[in-house]
């Protein structure tokens, strides 16, 4: 039975900085592209973040130079650091794990960003 476990979330001021955690269990992350989605309330899931198998990295354009994916083969745990965090950041934050036709979903977890 495959588990991916959001955990991190929470409520922070803006230009503030969080870290969530994805823990992975019945996959190895090594073998997957591991995303990081969002979604805000009345607005479509957006992916935010990926890290290929290789390594390498991708953002989308509201999130680069703030956000950092990163995983952690030997935990089987993904990461994604926000810092500078804005408003507009709020939303429930997905971790996904994607081979060939095959995609695993957290359960989410609640990011926050207000004064």
């Known amino acids: 039975q495959v588990q991916l476990v959001e955990s991190g979330g929470g409520w922070l001021q803006p230009g503030g900085s969080l870290r969530l955690s994805c823990a992975a269990s019945?996959?190895?992350?090594?073998?997957?592209?591991m995303n990081w989605y969002r979604q805000a309330p009345g607005k479509q899931r957006e992916l935010v973040a990926t890290?290929?198998?290789?390594?390498?990295?991708n953002y989308v354009d509201s999130v680069a130079g703030r956000f950092t994916i990163s995983r952690d083969n030997a935990k089987n745990t993904v990461y994604l650091q926000m810092d500078s965090m804005k408003p507009e950041d709020t939303a429930v934050y997905y971790c996904?794990?994607?081979?060939?036709?095959?995609?695993?979903w957290g359960q989410g977890t609640q990011v926050t960003v207000s004064s």
């Open positions: 890290v290929l198998t290789g390594g390498h990295t």
């Open positions: 019945g996959i190895q992350i090594s073998e997957h592209a």
């Open positions: 996904n794990a994607h081979r060939w036709l095959f995609d695993y």
